[in-house]
T-cell receptor, first 114, second 117 residues
Framework: AQSVSQHNHHVILSEAASLELGCNYS??????LFWYVQYPGQHLQLLLK??????LVKGIKGFEAEFIKSKFSFNLRKPSVQWSDTAEYFCAVNALANAGKSTFGDGTTLTVKP | NAGVMQNPRHLVRRRGQEARLRCSPM?????VYWYRQLPEEGLKFMVY????????ESGMPKERFSAEFPKEGPSILRIQQVVRGDSAAYFC???????????????FGPGTRLTVL
């Protein structure tokens, strides 16, 4: 069975600080990896995704994530956060062997102080 | 192209009543997923459907919950005899069919917030 673990439940940063949110998954086969964001009062939106190729993927709003296969990790990064990045962030994994069923982590709430 | 639509956005039910949650996928998407988000928790997979077929219902509670995605019309998540523990946000997502062995990202609706009194 696939599972996803997000290490930080709540992160508080000041504007311009750098961000790294951890995500580890557990699955032995080929996976697709995603980061979604949920801004207050809004629905989930895709930030970025990894299917294959370059393990460093760039998403919207200056976010990027690096897939490290040996560590089963897909950490999300942003060099300089803004107040508008305050949101909840979810890491997700799906695999063809599981018919595309996505497994989500429990989420990390990011609060950026102005 | 309209996104995934869910209605109602908020639903209040008393214990023992039935709740019906509707989801219209994006145009061209034939795959629908339902997730439940309890307070302070992440999204938990419930069921995966294609038109007229349930593909994976491993996340559905064994009793009182059912889902369908008919040939015509929206997907329905039905909860019979609701209890307080059913209070949660229920999200629907849709995706196009897989291509080349890859399941693409899922597009989420705004969710239905169910409150059971």
């Amino acid at each position: 069975a696939q599972s996803v673990s997000q290490h930080n439940h709540h992160v508080i940063l000041s504007e311009a600080a750098s961000l790294e949110l951890g995500c580890n998954y557990s699955y032995g086969g080929t996976v697709n990896l995603f980061w979604y964001v949920q801004y207050p009062g809004q629905h989930l939106q895709l930030l970025l995704k990894y299917f294959s190729g370059d393990p460093l993927v760039k998403g919207i709003k200056g976010f990027e994530a690096e897939f490290i296969k040996s560590k089963f990790s897909f950490n999300l990064r942003k060099p300089s956060v803004q107040w508008s990045d305050t949101a909840e962030y979810f890491c997700a994994v799906n695999a063809l062997a599981n018919a595309g069923k996505s497994t989500f982590g429990d989420g990390t709430t990011l609060t950026v102080k102005p | 192209n309209a996104g995934v639509m869910q209605n109602p956005r908020h639903l209040v039910r008393r214990r023992g009543q039935e709740a019906r949650l509707r989801c219209s996928p994006m145009k061209g998407h034939s795959h629908v997923y339902w997730y439940r988000q309890l307070p302070e928790e992440g999204l938990k997979f419930m069921v995966y459907l294609q038109k007229e077929n349930i593909i994976d219902e491993s996340g559905m509670p064994k009793e009182r919950f059912s889902a369908e995605f008919p040939k015509e019309g929206p997907s329905i998540l039905r909860i019979q005899q609701v209890v307080r523990g059913d209070s949660a946000a229920y999200f629907c997502a849709s995706s196009p069919p897989p291509r080349g062995g890859t399941y693409n990202e899922q597009f989420f609706g705004p969710g239905t917030r169910l409150t059971v009194l």
